[in-house]
């Protein structure tokens, strides 16, 4: 598998490989990640074993990437949240891409990094405790010598947060085309 893409793995963003069970259970997990697979076989109608072969499968294809609680970075002092779209150098070459890509993997403020289309390069949204905090991780991207412009806007209230992708609205999980 090359990596996760907008729409999922290896399947251009359709779906497909799932039936109409996965996409229940998909939806059950969503909501909750934690539900007993007893209560997951009563509401799909098959065996616990068979879901817990299901959790297993999709797992593995990378369908569910994985568990987690959904902390509120507030609670841990992290109160300034900001977003910085980053315009690259066109002379900087691949080679320097990769090391603005990885110094910001590796930076635990960053929380998401997207290739974009358009002017800018990257965006880059991250948490941390202050204005200094973003100001240090400028000046890291800076010392890349890769970096043309960059462009930082704060976060001055949060409208609508859908963290990950659950809980998933039936809409949203498509059905099996037909052939």
Known sequence: MTGSRAGGPKDGGRGSGLDA???ALLLALSRDGRRPGADLAKDLGISRQAVAERIK???RRR???GYRADVDPGALGLAVQAQIRLTLLGSAGPGRE?????LLAHSPLVRSV???????CFVVHLVCRGIGDVNGLLAQLAATRAVQSSRTSFVL??????????PLEP???LEEESS
């Open 98 to 102: 990769r090391e603005v890509a990885k």
């Open 171 to 173: 809409a949203l999980v």
């Open 157 to 166: 209230e949060t409208l609508v947060e859908k963290g990950g992708l659950g």
């Open 21 to 23: 069970t996965d996409r």
């Open 114 to 120: 997207y290739r974009v289309s358009g002017e800018d």
């Open 57 to 59: 499968d999709l797992e």
């Open 63 to 65: 369908v569910i990437r």
